[in-house]
T-cell receptor, first 118, second 118 residues
Framework: NAGVTQTPKFQVLKTGQSMTLQCAQD?????MYWYRQDPGMGLRLIYY???????DKGEVPNGYNVSRLNKREFSLRLESAAPSQTSVYFC?????????????????FGDGTRLSIL | AQSVAQPEDQVNVAEGNPLTVKCTYS??????LFWYVQYPNRGLQFLLK??????LVKGSYGFEAEFNKSQTSFHLKKPSALVSDSALYFC????????????????FGKGTKLSVKP
């Protein structure tokens, strides 16, 4: 069972470079999420996609863009990387959230992308 | 502001002893509550959740959690700790007031490192 797959696992960038983090899930989930994890700060939501074709900002969206390419894939792009974006990035997916009592679905996480920006 | 607090950065327990990892929350309305565990260099794994009903919920690997509405707490417990339980534990909530609009977005605590010694 692959679950949620993130690529790459590690990346080093120079300030100002751009890159795209890839995420794919094979569980037929509707909702997908991007988080960043920094020491002592837990996980913070960057962007999410409630369903294919929709995306919305989370708590810390500045400096990032996302694309929900199809139901399986949700990518995160750094247009001009900054040292403050050095972090571990996690993608997650869940069954359909929202109204009707389905907002209690647990999220399934990938193993993360460790990104360093020099 | 809605938040989740995990007051202990680290909890140390001897193998075979009971363990408790504390969590309190401050959110509007009645939240959905979750515990996740993170092993080194891995993504978060779902342990258990409280939605409604019995205040004591049971989850994976022998863990359980007790919901206390008056104290706004959701402490994680296990009767007998194992060395393999050593990991980073996150409490998270989905505020019910906005789960329809926020599509099930989780608010995470900062995490508690559990160390179980032989």
């Amino acid at each position: 069972n692959a679950g949620v797959t993130q690529t790459p696992k590690f990346q080093v960038l120079k300030t100002g470079q751009s890159m795209t983090l890839q995420c794919a899930q094979d569980m037929n989930h509707n909702s997908m999420y991007w988080y960043r994890q920094d020491p002592g700060m837990g996980l913070r939501l960057i962007y999410y996609s409630a369903s294919e074709g929709t995306t919305d900002k989370g708590e810390v969206p500045n400096g990032y863009n996302v694309s929900r390419l199809n139901k399986r894939e949700f990518s995160l792009r750094l247009e001009s990387a900054a040292p403050s974006q050095t972090s571990v990035y996690f993608c997650a997916s869940a069954r359909k959230q929202g109204t009707g009592g389905s907002g209690n679905q647990p999220q399934h996480f990938g193993d993360g992308t460790r990104l360093s920006i020099l | 502001a809605q938040s989740v607090a995990q007051p202990e950065d680290q909890v140390n327990v001897a193998e075979g002893n009971p363990l408790t990892v504390k969590c309190t929350y401050s959110v509007s309305g009645n939240p959905y509550l979750f515990w996740y565990v993170q092993y080194p260099n891995r993504g978060l794994q779902f342990l258990l959740k409280y939605i409604t009903g019995d205040n004591l919920v049971k989850g994976s690997y022998g863990f359980e959690a007790e919901f206390n509405k008056s104290q706004t707490s959701f402490h994680l417990k296990k009767p007998s700790a194992l060395v393999s339980d050593s990991a980073l534990y996150f409490c998270a909530v989905i505020p019910l007031i906005n789960y329809g609009g926020s599509q099930g977005n989780l608010i995470f605590g900062k995490g508690t490192k559990l160390s179980v010694k032989p």
